[in-house]
């Protein structure tokens, strides 16, 4: 047998690839057991090691900079969304007047790091607060990735899609609004959520210009003498907040992507009143 792209694997081919699945997860379970017996191995598991999470004020101090983290990713995230539809929609327009300065400001920002603009915006102009500089500095990296995201999404779409539409008299906005960007979105949805992810734990980036963000907290509290640094218990509980931050986000995704599969097929209400309106044009008179 044989599939499209590629020969379907035989009996023999299955079974090597079951070893082979078989000997990876043994090897990351080994990988995974030699790194958790150094860690108790050096104490870093004992109850002393672990008693600055009992105290109020760390909870307390904790719970704000997981606050921090999260203020600066849902506004940075708004305002990257809305900067890549924008800029997405001036690289798709018919006008080199705005496609042009879109496409240049889109490739500018996608080329120049996130620590240079967030250490320009805080350094270099000084906007202020460190709050600013982080949102402004994730807004326009993940912005212009974004752009490039909803472009492509919409490019990837079958040009019969937009002429049937043209077809019936909607002007372009209406196109882009009601026909090509509900099937878009279906297709753009996973590599958005990927792209907010990757918006999330960039917040970290924060801690370079003194932004109290979790991780800022965490590299204060690893080294607090009268816990005896705790940095390694105190890395795995960081680091296990931001894991159930992005698989939250993941089933954000999971949720939408579900919804759009069950509202797949209904009908868009305009598109369906002005095919119904142009079917009536054209028929034959009895």
């Given amino acids: 047998m044989s599939a499209v792209l590629y020969d379907v694997p035989g009996p023999r081919a299955r079974a090597r690839h079951r070893v082979y699945a078989v000997v990876g997860v043994l090897a990351l379970v080994a990988f995974v057991g030699f790194v958790v017996y150094q860690f108790a191995d050096a104490g870093q598991f004992d109850g002393e090691m672990w008693e600055w ?3 109020e004020h760390v909870q307390l101090q904790l719970l704000e900079a997981l606050g921090n983290t999260l203020r600066a990713f849902a506004v940075a995230a708004v305002l990257a969304l809305a900067f890549g539809a924008i800029f997405a929609a001036g690289r798709l327009s018919d006008h080199a007047a705005v496609r042009v300065p879109a496409t240049i400001i889109v490739e500018f920002f996608r080329a120049v790091p996130l620590v240079v603009m967030i250490f320009f915006f805080y350094y270099g102009i000084g906007l202020g607060e ?10 326009l990296y993940n912005g212009s990735v974004l752009a490039e995201v909803f472009r492509a999404g919409v490019l990837s779409l079958p040009k ?24 878009a979105l ?3 949805l996973p590599a958005i959520i990927s792209q907010l992810v990757v ?11 003194t932004y109290e963000e979790l991780l800022r907290y965490a590299r ?11 940095l ?8 296990a907040m931001y894991i159930v931050m992005c698989l939250a986000l993941t089933g954000l995704a999971r949720y939408l992507e579900s919804r759009n599969r ?3 097929k209904a009908p868009d209400p305009e598109v369906t009143r002005r095919t119904e309106n142009t079917v009536r044009e054209h028929e034959p008179l009895e």
């Fill in 262 to 264: 069950h509202n797949r």
């Fill in 199 to 209: 918006l999330l734990k960039d917040t970290a980036l924060g801690f370079l210009i």
């Fill in 53 to 55: 999470i009992l105290y």
């Fill in 220 to 230: 204060y509290l690893g080294g607090v003498v009268d816990f005896d640094r705790p």
């Fill in 130 to 139: 460190p709050f600013h500089s982080v949102v402004f500095g994730l807004t």
């Fill in 232 to 239: 390694v218990p105190v890395t795995l509980v960081v680091g």
């Fill in 160 to 183: 019969g899609q937009g002429e049937a539409a043209y077809a019936i008299g909607m002007r372009k906005t209406q196109v882009m609004r009601s026909v090509l960007l509900p099937q």
């Fill in 186 to 188: 279906r297709a753009m």
